[in-house]
């Protein structure tokens, strides 16, 4: 599958990069900066050990799966030119809405959440699935480490979440349903609950595991 | 402790009061109908072999820790006239806003979560706690169940929130403290995702675990 990713020159499309070039993937990474996603192409091409390519967004935005990694005050500005590159396509929404220096406390964005924001930057026309909130960019960087927690997704296009399940599980996470795109919420707002576990018992990358689902394969 | 359950004759108030009379608490159930609380704590009583009692929810409301176990709708009108009662009171806010009969849908209230709106409701006065959102009431009645999931508990008095976890404890299960009172938003939109997996999975009482924290006791 061709994976592009948006604002992917950061943590989360870093590991994510490697995880699924080394699946087998073609992964775009893309960025504002165009030279900027190329040298980080070369460099994590190197590590995974086979191509990754570097462009501009509209070039990660051409892709059949597209995840957006960008910070959620980059998000409306950065979907806004590319509504019609992403019309009909899975776009994967990773987005938080972090309130910085405020990272353990909730907000909930005007639009309910990051991700139906983005449904509304991209007139609906993309089939947006909510995932990959809760996941350590430092340990999903890290090929040798074995994800603990879930990845809980939602979303409206009940087909285009059954890929991005199938995605997950070649990341080496458990994903689990979560529902329709409006508990998204929920998802988002999860994070800063797990960045203050983290700081208050003194971990990295506390994850969320789904009890009672323990026989339930990735 | 004296604990009081504000609509304490409902599936939650009924397991938290076998299981804290158990641990050695003294119960008062409390409803809008007085009569049907000591029905139901002469019926608890039995099962839980120890003396439960019975009144109205200013009876309840009296004890030193208050458990809010009413649904959503009433949780407004239940604890206007509970003001003064409360004032200062130690109020664990189990209510999560659901809103039947789409109850897998996540739905954030006008004032942010149910907690915030009781905080409000009781002039601020009270030393709100919330947690409990995710406990299955049919594995918590369930004595001789072993609960799975971690309780989050959130809240802005850090003393009031030692007395919750220990008291958790005492249910069988591991809390884990998730930050301020404003970070219950998360916790109760976390409700309809589990009653959304319950369905698709067909499972009953599926909790939330946090995972990276295996080492930390109960």
Redesign the interface.
């Known amino acids: 599958m061709n994976i592009g990713l948006i604002g992917g020159t950061g943590k989360e499309g870093r590991g994510l990069a490697l995880r699924w070039a080394r699946a087998g993937h073609r992964i775009v990474i893309g960025s504002r900066d165009a030279a900027r996603a190329e040298a980080s192409a070369r460099e994590l091409s190197g590590v995974a050990g086979v191509e990754i390519a570097g462009g501009d967004n509209g070039a990660a935005a051409a892709c059949e799966v597209v995840a957006v990694c960008v910070p959620y005050a980059a998000q409306a500005e950065t979907l806004a030119p590319l509504r019609a590159a992403l019309a009909g396509k899975i776009v994967i929404d990773l987005v938080v809405p972090l309130a910085p220096p405020q990272v353990?406390?909730?907000r909930?964005p005007d639009g309910?959440s990051a991700a139906l924001e983005a449904h509304q930057a991209l007139d609906g026309a993309a089939r947006i699935v909510a995932a990959l909130h809760h996941v350590s960019s430092v340990h999903l960087a890290d090929l040798g480490h074995a994800m603990?927690?879930?990845v809980?997704v939602?979303g409206d296009d009940a087909p285009a979440k059954e890929i991005v399940l199938g995605l997950i599980r070649e990341l080496g996470m458990r994903g689990?349903?979560?529902?329709?795109l409006?508990?998204a919420?929920?998802?988002e707002?999860?994070t800063?609950?797990?960045l203050?576990?983290n700081k208050?018992?003194k971990?990295v990358?506390?994850?969320?595991?789904?009890?009672?689902?323990e026989d339930?394969e990735a």
């Open positions: 353990t406390r909730v909930i309910g603990a927690g879930d809980l939602a689990v349903d979560a529902g329709p409006v508990n919420t929920a998802l707002a999860m800063p609950v797990l203050y576990m208050k018992y971990r990358g506390l994850g969320l595991r789904i009890a009672g689902l339930v």
